[in-house]
C-alpha cells in the first residue's frame, strides 16, 4: 500500500535561513509524490509534483524536493524561509485504488513556523 | 488557468436545513473531488466523479449527496447533517481520474452546523 510520513510536525525557522521538510514514502510501484502548502483557512496549492522524471523537482516559490528512491525520501527545501512561507505543509503519493482510479493518500502534515 | 471556485465561502446552518455547495472548474478536467478536512488534520476523500459520473464514494453518509451536472460543475447537497459534520469541503479536479496527474483545489467551503 501506497503511504507517507513526515517526520516533524512542526518545524521553526528564521526569516532568510534554509527550510527542510522531511517526509518519506512507502511505495510498491513507482511512485507519484507531491508536496501542497495550506495557508490557514485556506484550500490547498500544488508546490511541486514528482512523476519519475528528474529527480530534483524545482516548485514555485523557491521550493525545491529530491525524490531519493534509495532512501525513499522526498524532503521539501528552499534556500532562504519568507515569513509567507508560514503554513502548513503536506507531502502526498498517489495511489490507485481497486477501481483503478486515483486516490492521493496525504501525510499528516508539518506545520512551518517563520519568526522574524 | 489553474482555478477551482467554491461556493459559498462560508455556511452555517442547522441540522434540519437542507443547503448545497458548489464547486466549478474551467480547465476540462474530468475528474472531480469532494474532500472533508477536520482541523489540524489532512484532507478526506469523500466522492470521486469520473466523466460526470460516480465512480467511488468513501463509506459517506447519505446525508451528504453529490451531485456533477456537468463536466465542470459539482455540487454537494446537504441535509440533515450532525454537529460532527462542521468542517472545511474542499473540491479538487484533475486532468483524469485514472492516472497520476495532479489534483487542484479550490478554497473550501467551511461549514459549521448548529
Known amino acids: 500500500a501506497q503511504s507517507v510520513t513526515q517526520l516533524d510536525s512542526h518545524v521553526s525557522v528564521s526569516e532568510g535561513t534554509p527550510v527542510l521538510l522531511r517526509c518519506n514514502y512507502s511505495s510498491s510501484y513507482s511512485p507519484s509524490l507531491f508536496w501542497y502548502v495550506q495557508h490557514p483557512n485556506k484550500g490547498l496549492q500544488l508546490l511541486l509534483k514528482y512523476t519519475s522524471a528528474a529527480t530534483l523537482v524545482k516548485g514555485i516559490n523557491g521550493f525545491e524536493a529530491e525524490f531519493k528512491k534509495s532512501e525513499t525520501s522526498f524532503h521539501l527545501t528552499k534556500p532562504s524561509a519568507h515569513m509567507s512561507d508560514a503554513a502548513e505543509y503536506f507531502c502526498?503519493?498517489?495511489?490507485?485504488?481497486?477501481?483503478?482510479?486515483?486516490?492521493?493518500?496525504f501525510g499528516t502534515g508539518t506545520r512551518l513556523l517563520v519568526s522574524p | 488557468d489553474t482555478e477551482v471556485t467554491q461556493t459559498p465561502k462560508h455556511l452555517v446552518m442547522g441540522m434540519t436545513n437542507k443547503k448545497s455547495l458548489k464547486c466549478e472548474q474551467h480547465?476540462?478536467?474530468?475528474?472531480m473531488y469532494w474532500y472533508k478536512q477536520k482541523a489540524k488534520k489532512p484532507p478526506e476523500l469523500m466522492f470521486v466523479?469520473?466523466?460526470?459520473?460516480?465512480?467511488i464514494n468513501e463509506s459517506v453518509p447519505s446525508r451528504f449527496s453529490p451531485e456533477c451536472p456537468n463536466s465542470s460543475l459539482l455540487n454537494l447537497h446537504l441535509h440533515a447533517l450532525q454537529p460532527e459534520d462542521s468542517a472545511l469541503y474542499l473540491c479538487?479536479?484533475?486532468?483524469?481520474?485514472?492516472?497520476?496527474?495532479?489534483?487542484?483545489f479550490g478554497p473550501g467551503t467551511r461549514l459549521t452546523v448548529t
Open positions: 480547465m476540462g478536467h474530468r475528474a
Open positions: 479538487a479536479s484533475s486532468q483524469d481520474p485514472g492516472h497520476f496527474y495532479e489534483q487542484y
Open positions: 502526498v503519493v498517489s495511489a490507485f485504488m481497486n477501481t483503478g482510479f486515483q486516490k492521493l493518500v
Open positions: 466523479y469520473s466523466y460526470e459520473k460516480l465512480s
